[in-house]
Structures are given as C-alpha cells and as structure tokens.
C-alpha cells in the first residue's frame, strides 16, 4: 500500500487497495448479498478499549493494548472470533457489542475504529469479499 489518499487501480479499473488515514471510511459492497469483514487491529503504543464499528453496529474490547499488541477480530467465522496476539478473548467485549450485526449490506456501508483513548496509536485493515448469488 502507499500513503497518502492514494488510490491503485488494476487494469479494468476497479479499486484494489486504499490507505486512508481517517477513522472511519465509505465502503460500497456491490455484490448481491451482505459479506463480513476480517479485521486487524496493530499497535504502536497504549490504546485504552478499542471498538471496531460497521454502520451504527460495533464490538468493543475491555482491554489496554500495548506496543505490537495485535487484535485479529473474524466475523466470517461462526461463531466470530476475537483475538488477542493469538488467544481468543471473546469473553473481553462489552455487553453492547452487536457481533452479529456487523455485516457489510449490499450499497454503502460506514466502517471505521475508536478507542477511549490512544486511538492514534491504532493501525486498522480491513479485509472482505463481495458476494453474488448463483440463482
């Protein structure tokens, strides 16, 4: 990837990667039905309870995060995975937190990160696939 709000496009023209230095992003899913996202949460100094949002939907972890800490959040897996530098801390989340309310609907969708504190220090990518139908 590269910085700055830079766009690589392949050669039909459609988007194949985006850096964005912002906390919150459009998305356009444009396939036929909803999708979920993978996503990774790195960091670079102390971040205080970290939420991850999808819409008005978000998962919240109770936590403090350190320097090279890395939270892996899954929701294409059944039931999704939260993990922590590799242990699951699904127990870790808020009671408000909506996992199965997370996915990507078919149009725009906002995505985005916080954090109570430290959100600064947060590197977040998102990964997902658009879905089609094979009616």
Known sequence: MAGFPYLCTAEQ??????FNFQKNVQVYNNGDIETYCKVIMDFKGEVLNPKFYVNSNYVRIIDTLATNDQIIID????PPAIHKNGSNINFKCDKQ???FGMQLNIGDN???????????????????NNLYSTM
């Open 97 to 99: 937190s909506n996992f």
């Open 13 to 18: 023209g459609s988007p194949t990667g985006r």
């Open 110 to 128: 906002t995505i985005g990160f916080d954090a109570d504190s430290g959100d600064d220090k947060m590197d977040v990518t998102v990964f997902y």
């Open 75 to 78: 929701f294409t897996k059944r």
